[in-house]
């Protein structure tokens, strides 16, 4: 009964090291064959989900947000986390139509660098940012509808 048992056992632990080595398989393999802008291979499951979908190309690392801001480049920059319904709510309509209107729209992901979020004021997600000459021009929060995003835009982003 006891040889049994330790079988049963075994085998268990067989089955979740495999599945393990499965897993860890296809996220390096999702990582290294798509266009990964973090720099490293040490993401969320929900990034690596999100890497090869053009939705969330266009991404902006910390230091570069840092660097723009601190130039008083005008940029717009749109916080988001993978894991956040109302961004995969979001994301589908609002890139098209920054697209449409020539917006060149950053993306921040709140999930890889969640101090950004504090760093900038951002309470929740998505967030749409207005940067320029170095201040927060405008902001729009939470899941808005299409016209509202071209409001925002045709009076803050687009001269």
């Known amino acids: 009964m006891q040889k049994k ?6 085998t268990i632990v067989v089955l979740f090291a495999a599945l393990l080595f499965v897993i860890n398989y296809k996220n390096d393999q999702a990582i290294s064959n798509s ?5 490293t ?3 969320n499951q929900a990034t ?8 969330y190309g266009n991404q902006i690392l910390p230091d570069e947000l840092e660097d723009k801001i ?9 916080f988001y986390s993978p894991t956040c319904v109302y961004c995969q709510n979001t994301t589908p309509y609002l890139v098209p139509l920054t697209e449409d209107l020539g917006i ?8 890889e660098f969640p101090s950004e979020g504090n760093k900038y004021g951002i309470e929740s997600t998505p967030t749409l940012v207005h940067f320029e000459e170095g201040e927060i021009v405008a902001s729009i929060i939470g899941q808005r509808t299409e016209e509202e995003f071209t409001a925002f835009f045709n009076e803050y982003v687009l001269d």
């Open 35 to 39: 266009d990964n802008p973090y720099g």
């Open 41 to 43: 291979k040490d993401l």
């Open 70 to 78: 601190d130039s008083g480049e005008a940029v717009t920059v749109y």
């Open 5 to 10: 048992m330790l079988a049963i056992i075994g």
């Open 104 to 111: 060149d729209m950053k993306k921040l992901n709140l999930l």
């Open 48 to 55: 690596i989900d999100q890497l090869d979908n053009p939705d």
